[in-house]
C-alpha cells in the first residue's frame, strides 16, 4: 500500500497484516481523494476507526492542516503509530472507543471520515454524534458495503459512489 497523490506520493505504508482491518482499496482511495482534492487543503480532519491510518495519511499529503487518528484497537493504533512515524509526520493517534471519543470531544472538524467494520451496526449509533463535531459547510465520508442502507439523519447525501462492492456515501449538514 502506497500513498496516491500529495507531499508523500510513492511512500510505502506498512504491509497490513491484520484480520481485523479492512484497508481501503487503492481505487476507493484514489476516488475519494480526487474528489475531495480541492477541499483537502487547510482542512482539519478527523479519521474515526482508522486502521492502519493510510485514509488520514493520505489527507496529510493531500494538504489537509491536522487529521486527528482514532481507534480502539491497539493493534491499529500502532500501526498508524509505525505509518506516520515512517513518513516522519506528527499527529494525535488516539486509542479510544469511537463513541466515548465522540462524547467528549468538543473539536470541529472539516472532514470526518468514517469506516467502522463492516455490518458493526456502529454507523446508527456514529453519526448522530457527529453534527456538532462537524463544521457548517464539512463533509463526513462513509464507506461501507454496497448492500448496507443507514439512517443518516440529521445530514443529508449529497452523493453517493459505488466501486465494486464499496459505497461511498458523502454526507453534509445541508
Known sequence: MRVDSGKFKGRKLIENKFEHIRPTTDKVRQAL?????????????LDLFCGTGALGIEALSRGASEVIFVDKDSRSVKMTKDNLKALEVTAKVIRCDALIYLDKCKEKFDLIILDPPYKSG?????????YNLLEDDGIIVCEHDKKDTFDYSPFVIYDEKRYGNTMLTYLSKK
Open 33 to 45: 481523494f480526487t474528489k475531495l482534492q480541492f477541499f483537502l487543503p487547510e482542512s482539519k480532519v
Open 122 to 130: 456502529l454507523y446508527e449509533k456514529v453519526v448522530p454524534k457527529l
